[in-house]
């Protein structure tokens, strides 16, 4: 029986896109007249195998909504290769580890295209946020960012936002931040010894490591996605 279902299915979806390929007024593809195609073509799309999992993607994973912090391809001597992935739970912001095999599908979700909101201000556990264009405001949970990220919010500061099924799920850092440093060990142009990075204190207080070169009271660049120093400014 399910196997019946699926070629006629199958039949359906050719019989459907063969008409819009060759239809003059080529109408949009309508979920009403045919439910079953479109839903099963939509879920074919979303789907990728653990290999293909990247850094950045949000997945539904476990009946969760995850964001891919990091992600090592594997090759054991034994066995076969895996995604060694970290993932970030969007609702809570726990963090956690899987290894996901090129035999396993898992579903990539769709996002909104970015949009630019400024950070306004904090209230309770939700960060205020304005859209550049339109300025209508939105509440999105703090845990969209993590501690680290937190640290770096400033009123003013323009956000990356995403919105999936109408409502805000992913909230990004802009990719570079100039930070200034509060304080860092003073460098010594005779030291042989002096190491090629130093730890530097932000003046938002994360520290960070940066070149024997900065000093203190100098701005330096930052890349948020890895939260690594990036160049002098």
């Known amino acids: 029986m399910n196997l019946l279902r699926a070629s006629n299915l199958d039949g359906r979806l050719h019989q459907f896109l ?5 239809s003059r007024a080529r109408p949009p593809l309508s979920s009403q007249a045919f439910p079953s195609v479109i839903y099963h073509a939509r879920r074919c799309f979303a789907q990728i195998n653990g290999n293909q999992v ?7 994973y476990k009946g969760k909504l995850v964001m891919v912090k990091r992600a090592q391809a594997v090759k ?15 609702r809570t912001g726990l963090k956690y580890h899987e290894r996901l095999r090129a035999s396993e599908s898992v579903e990539k979700v769709r996002l909104d295209d970015e949009e630019l909101y ?21 509440e999105v949970s703090r845990n969209v960012l993590s501690e680290t990220e937190q640290k770096f919010l400033q009123e003013g500061l323009t956000l990356r936002v995403q919105f999936h099924e109408g409502s805000p799920l992913l909230v990004r850092l802009p990719r570079t931040l100039v930070v200034e440093v509060a304080s860092t060990e003073p460098f010594s142009k005779g030291s042989q010894a002096s190491p090629t990075f130093k730890p530097a204190t932000l003046s938002n207080g994360e520290v960070l490591k940066v070149p024997p ?12 996605e890895e939260m690594e120093y990036q160049s002098r400014v």
Do not use: C, S, W
């Not at 400024?118 to 939105?138: A, H, P, S």
């Open 213 to 224: 070169f900065v000093g203190v009271g100098e701005k330096v660049i930052i890349n948020t």
């Open 76 to 90: 054991p001597g034994k066995g076969g290769a895996f995604n060694q992935v970290e993932l970030r739970d969007i």
């Open 118 to 138: 400024d950070y306004l201000y904090e209230e309770g556990d939700k960060l205020v946020l304005m859209n550049k264009q339109d300025f209508t405001q939105i």
């Open 54 to 60: 990247r850094v950045g993607n949000v997945l539904e």
């Open 18 to 22: 063969v008409f819009h390929a060759f």
